[in-house]
C-alpha cells in the first residue's frame, strides 16, 4: 500500500469539510443551505440555527441507521461513454485515469454530526467502489494503484484492524464493481473476457465470481459489450445494467437486466426494448420497498452521473411506464436523447436508506460540465429533492457512498448450475404467445433456429453503419458497412411443435440468439439480444417476447416437454462462422457467373427500386468473388458480395452497404424497440423469389435457375444473419505485420484467461465434492514498494550481495549502524528523532558534492515512483530541498523536496529494465547542518 492513515481530519471549510455545531458562513454547509433555499442575503446566526434545527430532523433517520459511511473519493467516472472506466494498462485506446483518491469514513462525532476519517489515502492511483459485507466487518473495494503498472484489482479492508488484502491479481486485466453475496463470495465487473466493443476500441468488461478469498475466479456472463455495476436485491437476485446491441443501434439499450448469483437465469428486468431511459446506472434495491429500485437516469457518450429515479416494473417494463423522475418527484417523459440527464444538477450512486431517503453523490451545479472543478459531493437527499451535505472535498468529488453497518442478508439462492455439464436447456410453451409474432397465422413458425455469437478481442480497420437509431464506426468489420455487428455461427435449428412449443439444448457459456423461421426457412421473427445458459441450467420461456408482468394460461404438458429436450439439427455441417466466400460464392459460381461477369457493371437494383436482378444485357453485373481491397476497414471483399450488397464507396474510401428490395436485411442501426414479424430479410428480399420456384411468379426461377434446398437455406441465412462476410475476425485481413501481432497478443490473453476459468472451475467442481479449499491466489510480481528489505545490511560500491533488495551509499556518518544506507530499506517510518531508536541514512558530509545513496534491486525491474520521507528532527536538522533521481538504464529526474515529514511521493514515467537506483546531487536547504533520510519507496513491477 502506498499510504494508510487511521488518525482522524476533519474537513476544512473549502478544503475538506465535517459538520458541527459551530457553522461559519463561510462552510459549505451553510453555503449548500443558502443554495437550496434560494438565499442571497447574507447568513446570520438565527438562519444558521434554524437550518441547523432543519438538518436534525431531516437526518434523524439515517444518524440511527447508518452512524457510519464508506466513501470513496476519486475523479467522476467515464470517458466518451459512461462505461469506460477500466483505464487497463495496456489499454487498445481510451484510458480515462486521473489519480487521486482515498477511501474514506463518516461516523457520528460527540456533537452528533458526522466527521471524516481517511483510512487509505494514494494521491496517484484510484481507490472505487466500496462494498460491506453483511456482518459490518469487511469493506471490498477496487485499487488501482499505478497507471501503466497496475490494474484494478480487489482488495479486502478489516474494519476492526486496517488490515488490508489483495485478492485478485494480474497486469492487464480489470476488477472492479464487487458486489458482496450473504455467504462471502464476490460478484464483480472484469476486463478478463479480453474483448473490445464493436463501435470503438476500449476494452468490454463482463461479471465474474470468487470468493472471499479470490478463489474459484470464474466468468458468469459472456456479453457482446459492457456490464456495469452488479447489486444484490433482497430476493437474491443480482441486478446490473446491460449494453446490448446485437442487429439493433448501440446507442440506447442500455437497460437494466437480472440473474441468480450463480449466473442463472439471466434475463431483462427493464428496458431492453425502449429508447427511455437512454441509460439505467447504479441501481439498487429499496429495502421494503415492494420491489422497487432507484437508479440514476443517464445517457450514452457522457460519464456516471444523471437524474435520480425510481424503477417500479409493477407498472411496466420498457420506456417510461415504470419509471419515475425523483428528487423533485416530476413528470418523467419518454426521451430519445443520448448524452441525457447531463445538464443541470446530477446524481450518482444512490443508497436507500428507505423509500423516500437516500444517500447519494450529488451536484448542485447547474453549469458544470463533464470537465466541471466543481465537485460531487455526499448528500442525504429524499424523493422531493431536499438535501443535506455530508461531505465535500472542494478538490475532489466524493461517491459511492455506503453504509458501514451489519444489516439482515437477502435470500440465499438454490444453486442451479450443474457443473459436470456442459450444455443447457431451453424450453418455450408457445411461440404465438407474445406480441413478438403479433398477426402471424398459428402454424405458420416451423422452426427456431440458434445462433451463437462470437465478439472481437483487438480493433483494427474500421467501417461505419447509420440508420434510425443513430451511426456509428464499427472496428474490425466482418461485414461490409451496415452489416452485422458480430462474427454469426448458425448452431441449428428445432422444430417449433403444432401448439407452438420447442425445447432443445444448447452449449453452455455461449452467448446465443434465435430465429422464427417459416417452410421457406426465412425468417419471421430475430431476438435482437443473446441469452446465455450455465451448464445444467433450464430456462423457460412463455413465448415471443412476452411480457414479463403476465402469465400464461397452457395445457398441463406441452408436446415439446412431452418429446424431451432435443438436439439441434446441425446447419449443414459443423458449427462455424458464417464466411460469404464459403457458403455463398460457391452457389454464386455454380448457378451464376455464366451470366453475371461482368466486373465493371453496377447492378441494376443500385439505382431502381426494382427487386429484379435480371437484365437485357446478354452480360451482367459480376458474381465473381476474388479480393477488393477495403484500406480503411483493412479487409479483403468479393467483388461479388460488394455488389449484392449494394455497396458505395464513401468519402475516406470507407466501403457501405445499402439494403435493396433485392437483397433487404435487418438494419443494423434499427430502433430498440420491438419490430413487427417479417419486417425485413429474405422472405422480403427479391432475391429469394427469383431463386425458389415455391415463390417465384408462375414458379418460374431467374434464368430458370435451379437450387437445392441446401443452397436455398444459405442464401436465406446469409440475407437473416445480417450479410456477414468472414465468419471470424482475422479471415480476409489486409494487415500489417505489427497489426498481427497485436491481434496475437490479445488473443493470447483471452487465450490464457479461459484457461485459468477452466482451471478455476476444476477446482471449484473438487471443492464442492471433498470440501478442502484450495490456496487462494497469489501473485508475487504485483505492483509494490521494491526496496522493502527489513534484513538488508549495508554493501559497499564495489561489492555484491546475494540479499536483495540492498543498499549502499558513499557516505555514512561516523559509520555508525543507525545512519546506515541500508535504514532506507527497513520499513521503520517512525521520525522522531535521531538515535538507535529513528534509524535513517545520514552522510559524514553534506557539502560533498557527488554524495549519493543507492537501493540495488538485484534484478532487472520497472518503475514509476519513488516516496521519500526525509528524517526531520528539527530544529536539530536541516532538510534537502532537491535532489536528483537516477537508474541504471540513463534515466534522471530532478525533484524539490519539502520540509515535512510526511511521505513526499514522486512519479515518472515507466522505466524499464532498471537495475539500481540512485538519489544524488543533494542541495541541502541550510549549509552545514545536518540532514538524513529516514525511508526510501520504489513503487513497480518486476521486469519480464
Not at 434545527?53 to 467522476?76: G, S
Not at 450444455?423 to 413478438?436: E, I, K, N, R, S
Not at 458464417?578 to 441494376?604: S, W, Y
Not at 436455398?712 to 500489417?736: F, H, Q, R, T
Request: hydrophobic share 35%.
Amino acid at each position: 500500500m502506498l499510504r494508510t492513515c487511521l488518525t482522524v481530519s476533519l474537513f476544512l471549510f473549502l478544503s475538506a469539510v465535517s459538520f458541527s455545531a459551530e457553522l461559519t458562513p463561510e462552510s459549505p454547509i451553510v453555503q449548500e443551505w443558502m443554495r437550496q433555499d434560494g438565499r442571497t442575503a447574507a447568513p446570520d446566526a438565527d438562519y444558521i440555527q434554524s437550518c441547523q434545527k432543519r438538518r436534525d430532523k431531516r437526518l434523524k433517520t439515517l444518524k440511527n441507521a447508518f452512524p457510519k459511511i464508506i466513501f470513496a473519493k476519486h475523479f467522476d467516472l467515464g470517458g466518451s461513454h459512461y462505461a469506460y472506466t477500466e483505464a487497463q494498462s495496456d489499454a487498445q485506446a481510451e484510458r480515462n485515469f486521473v489519480p487521486g483518491t482515498a477511501l474514506c469514513l463518516l461516523e457520528l462525532n460527540d456533537d452528533g454530526e458526522y466527521s471524516n476519517r481517511t483510512l487509505i489515502d494514494d494521491p496517484n492511483g484510484i481507490i472505487r467502489d466500496p462494498a460491506v459485507s453483511y456482518d459490518g466487518k469487511t469493506i471490498v473495494f477496487a485499487w488501482k494503484k499505478s497507471d501503466f503498472l497496475d490494474d484494478y484489482h480487489l482488495y479486502s479492508y478489516d474494519v476492526a484492524s486496517g488490515n488490508i488484502r489483495q485478492l485478485t491479481f494480474g497486469l492487464g486485466y480489470a476488477d472492479y464493481e464487487p458486489c458482496l453475496l450473504p455467504n462471502g463470495d464476490i460478484i464483480f465487473n472484469s476486463t478478463r473476457c479480453v474483448q473490445i466493443v464493436d463501435c470503438w476500441w476500449t476494452e468490454v468488461s463482463n461479471l465474474y465470481r470468487c470468493d472471499k478469498d479470490g478463489r474459484f475466479l470464474r466468468r458468469l456472463s459472456f456479453d457482446q459489450v459492457h456490464t456495469n455495476f452488479p447489486s444484490v436485491l433482497e430476493d437474491g437476485r443480482i441486478v446490473y445494467t446491460r449494453w446490448d446491441y446485437n442487429d439493433r443501434g448501440q446507442i440506447f439499450p442500455q437497460g437494466l437486466f437480472q440473474m441468480n448469483p450463480d449466473g442463472t437465469a439471466q434475463t431483462e428486468y427493464y428496458g431492453n426494448n425502449s429508447w427511455f431511459p437512454t441509460t439505467l446506472l447504479h441501481a439498487r434495491g429499496i429495502p421494503n420497498g415492494g420491489g422497487k429500485l432507484v437508479a440514476v437516469f443517464s445517457g450514452h457518450h457522457n460519464r456516471q452521473y444523471g437524474k435520480l429515479g425510481i424503477i417500479d416494473v409493477t407498472k411496466g417494463r420498457q420506456e417510461n411506464s415504470g419509471t419515475q423522475l425523483i428528487a423533485p418527484i416530476r413528470e418523467t417523459k419518454a426521451d430519445r436523447i443520448d448524452a441525457w440527464g447531463q445538464q443541470g444538477d446530477r446524481f450518482a450512486f444512490p443508497y436507500p436508506i428507505n423509500e423516500h431517503e437516500f444517500l447519494a453523490g450529488y451536484n448542485p451545479n447547474p453549469n458544470a460540465g463533464h470537465t466541471t472543478t466543481t465537485p460531487f459531493g455526499i448528500y442525504w437527499i429524499d424523493e422531493s429533492g431536499q438535501r443535506e451535505l455530508l461531505a465535500y472535498d472542494s478538490a475532489i468529488s466524493s461517491h459511492q457512498p455506503v453504509p458501514l453497518a451489519a444489516r439482515a442478508a437477502p435470500y440465499e439462492r438454490t444453486i442451479r448450475v450443474n457443473n459436470d455439464a456442459n450444455y443447457g436447456t431451453f424450453t418455450l410453451q408457445d411461440v404465438y404467445a407474445g406480441p413478438g409474432l403479433q398477426g402471424i397465422e398459428r402454424g405458420t413458425a416451423k422452426t427456431l433456429r440458434v445462433i451463437a455469437l462470437e465478439f472481437r478481442s483487438v480493433g483494427i480497420g474500421s467501417n461505419h453503419n447509420v440508420g434510425p437509431a443513430g451511426s456509428a464506426m464499427i472496428s474490425t468489420p466482418i461485414s461490409i458497412g451496415n452489416g452485422t455487428w458480430d462474427v454469426k455461427i448458425p448452431l441449428g435449428d428445432t422444430p417449433i411443435y403444432e401448439d407452438g412449443s420447442a425445447s432443445f439444448l444448447v452449449p453452455a457459456k455461449t452467448p446465443l440468439y434465435f430465429q422464427i423461421l417459416d417452410e421457406n426457412g426465412h425468417a419471421i421473427q430475430t431476438m435482437r439480444s443473446w441469452s446465455t445458459l450455465q451448464p445444467g441450467e433450464v430456462f423457460s420461456c412463455i413465448g415471443c417476447h412476452e411480457d414479463k408482468n403476465t402469465t400464461l394460461s397452457a395445457p398441463s404438458q406441452t408436446i415439446a416437454l412431452q418429446k424431451g429436450a432435443q438436439p439441434l439439427k446441425p446447419f449443414y455441417g459443423k458449427p462455424r462462422g458464417f464466411n460469404f466466400d464459403r457458403e455463398i460464392q460457391p452457389i454464386l459460381d455454380k448457378h451464376c457467373v455464366e451470366c453475371h461477369n461482368d466486373a465493371q457493371r453496377k447492378p441494376d437494383f443500385a439505382h431502381t427500386k426494382s427487386a429484379d436482378v435480371s437484365s437485357d444485357e446478354t452480360v451482367a453485373f459480376s458474381l465473381k468473388g476474388g479480393k477488393v481491397e477495403d484500406l480503411h476497414a483493412k479487409r479483403y471483399w468479393s467483388l461479388s458480395y460488394l455488389n449484392l450488397t449494394n455497396y458505395q464507396a464513401e468519402s475516406g474510401g470507407v466501403f457501405s452497404g445499402r439494403q435493396t428490395p433485392v437483397v433487404n436485411w435487418i438494419n443494423v442501426q434499427e430502433s430498440p424497440a420491438m419490430l413487427p414479424p417479417y419486417q425485413s430479410g429474405a422472405a422480403k428480399s427479391g432475391l429469394m423469389k427469383m431463386l425458389d420456384p415455391k415463390l417465384a411468379a408462375d414458379g418460374k426461377t431467374h434464368s430458370d435457375v435451379k437450387l437445392t434446398r441446401e443452397e436455398l437455406d444459405k442464401m436465406a441465412a446469409w440475407i437473416d444473419l445480417l450479410v456477414p462476410a468472414y465468419g471470424d475476425y482475422k479471415e480476409g485481413n489486409l494487415w500489417d505485420e505489427r497489426e498481427l501481432q497485436k491481434h496475437a497478443y490479445y488473443e493470447i490473453k483471452r487465450r490464457d484467461m479461459r484457461e485459468l476459468d477452466a482451471v478455476n472451475h476444476l477446482q471449484l467442481i473438487s471443492y464442492l465434492k471433498d470440501g478442502k479449499l484450495p490456496i487462494p491466489a497469489q501473485e508475487q510480481n504485483v505492483y509494490r514498494n521494491l526496496a522493502l528489505n527489513p534484513g538488508a545490511t549495508d554493501v559497499k560500491s564495489n561489492e555484491k550481495t546475494a540479499n536483495f533488495p540492498a543498499a549502499s551509499s558513499n557516505s555514512v556518518y561516523k559509520s555508525l549502524k543507525e545512519f546506515a544506507a541500508s535504514n532506507c530499506l527497513d520499513g521503520k517510518m517512525d521520525n522522531k528523532g535521531h538515535g538507535a531508536k529513528f534509524p535513517s541514512w545520514g552522510p559524514d558530509n553534506l557539502s560533498e558534492k557527488s554524495l549519493w545513496w543507492q537501493v540495488d534491486f538485484g534484478k532487472p525491474v520497472k518503475a514509476d515512483q519513488i516516496a521519500i520521507v526525509i528524517r526531520a528532527d528539527f530544529p536539530h536538522d536541516t532538510y534537502w530541498k532537491e535532489c536528483t533521481i537516477e537508474c541504471s538504464n540513463g534515466f534522471t529526474k530532478k525533484i524539490a523536496l519539502r520540509r515535512t515529514t510526511d511521505k513526499q511521493i514522486f512519479t515518472f514515467p515507466v522505466q524499464d529494465n532498471v537495475t539500481w537506483l540512485r538519489l544524488t546531487n543533494f542541495v541541502p536547504e541550510q549549509e552545514n547542518v545536518w540532514a538524513a533520510l529516514t525511508e526510501v519507496e520504489v513503487y513497480g513491477i518486476d521486469a519480464e
